[in-house]
């Protein structure tokens, strides 16, 4: 009797711990997948120009999803002298991507009172892009021109989002350099893109842009990271440790 206690005993707890499982399963499965969603990262720029000064703001909200990665992009430039106002732009774009490859791309930049819809698919071997200009097939590793992590550092096309023109690029680095945010001293990795326009891309030991720079006939802009919500640290704080 004692030995046929204790097997039924067994048989209890086992049917207990299997009983248990299955509302634990049922529990995660019940969740879905924002049981395991992650933080976004957004990314604040300040914007400067080597001429001007300060003009405006760039923002880049990076969104994991469940088959990819979904960037949005926000920007507002402004250009005043003597309190008048020079230049102004507006853009917001949105980027879909699975892996390191683009599958989507829309984008509406407004320049003054001229708007410009520039929007992108992946089909087959090719990115398909649709612009004023028309319609032009790029390679499938095209990347549009804004830095929002490391994976630019496999393009060899670039496309510009606010006219939908492409560029084959050239990417060279890295370069070890500090660069100075907010104050504070920040080890990074430069790498310049070489294309019909020049980028220079500074990152930081988590591959995050911290600075980057664009050439135009008018000048140098320089994006400076000002926040980094989603890993907790603001410009000042970027340093090194």
Same mark, same amino acid.
């Given at each position: 009797?004692?030995e046929?206690?204790?097997?039924?005993?067994?048989?209890?707890?086992?049917?207990?711990? *299997?009983?248990?499982?299955?509302?634990?399963?049922?529990? =995660?499965?019940?969740?879905?997948?924002?049981a *395991?969603?992650?933080?976004?990262? &957004?990314? @604040?720029?300040?914007?400067t120009?080597s001429?001007?000064?300060?003009?405006?703001?760039y923002?880049? #909200? =990076? &969104?994991?999803?469940a088959?990819?990665?979904?960037?949005?992009?926000?920007? !507002?430039? $402004?250009?005043?002298?003597l309190?008048?106002?020079?230049?102004?732009?507006?853009? $917001?774009?949105?980027? !879909?991507? &699975?892996?390191?490859?683009?599958i989507?791309? &829309?984008?509406?930049?407004?320049?003054?009172d #001229?708007? @410009?819809?520039?929007?992108?698919?992946?089909?087959?071997?090719?990115?398909?892009?649709?612009?004023?200009?028309? #319609?032009? @097939?790029?390679?499938a590793?095209v !990347?549009?021109?804004?830095?929002?992590?490391?994976n *630019?550092?496999?393009? +060899?096309?670039?496309? %510009?989002? +606010?006219?939908g023109?492409v560029?084959?690029?050239?990417?060279?680095?890295?370069? $070890?350099? =500090?660069?100075?945010? +907010?104050?504070s001293p920040?080890?990074?990795?430069?790498?310049?893109?070489?294309?019909? @326009?020049?980028?220079?891309?500074?990152?930081?030991? %988590?591959?995050?842009?911290?600075?980057?720079?664009?050439g +135009?006939?008018?000048?140098?802009?320089? *994006? #400076?990271?000002?926040?980094?919500?989603?890993?907790?640290?603001?410009?000042?704080?970027?340093?090194?440790?």
């Open positions: 009797m004692t046929g206690n204790a097997i039924l005993r067994r048989r209890r707890a086992a049917v207990s711990l *299997f009983a248990a499982i299955v509302v634990v399963i049922a529990l =995660v499965a019940a969740a879905g997948p924002a *395991f969603a992650t933080t976004p990262l &957004q990314l @604040t720029y300040r914007v120009h001429v001007y000064g300060n003009i405006g703001t923002i880049n #909200t =990076v &969104q994991p999803t088959s990819g990665t979904t960037v949005l992009t926000r920007a !507002h430039f $402004e250009v005043k002298m309190g008048l106002r020079l230049y102004n732009e507006d853009a $917001e774009r949105t980027e !879909h991507w &699975q892996g390191n490859r683009l989507s791309f &829309q984008g509406v930049t407004s320049k003054g #001229t708007s @410009t819809v520039v929007k992108g698919e992946a089909r087959g071997n090719g990115f398909v892009i649709t612009s004023p200009q028309g #319609t032009v @097939t790029a390679p590793t !990347h549009p021109a804004n830095p929002w992590s490391s *630019f550092l496999g393009a +060899d096309a670039m496309m %510009r989002p +606010d006219s023109r560029e084959r690029v050239r990417v060279g680095g890295p370069e $070890e350099a =500090v660069v100075t945010i +907010d104050g920040v080890r990074t990795e430069k790498y310049d893109v070489d294309g019909a @326009t020049r980028y220079t891309v500074w990152l930081d030991g %988590r591959g995050v842009p911290v600075m980057f720079v664009v +135009d006939d008018s000048g140098k802009v320089t *994006f #400076t990271l000002a926040h980094c919500g989603g890993c907790g640290l603001a410009g000042a704080q970027l340093g090194m440790r």
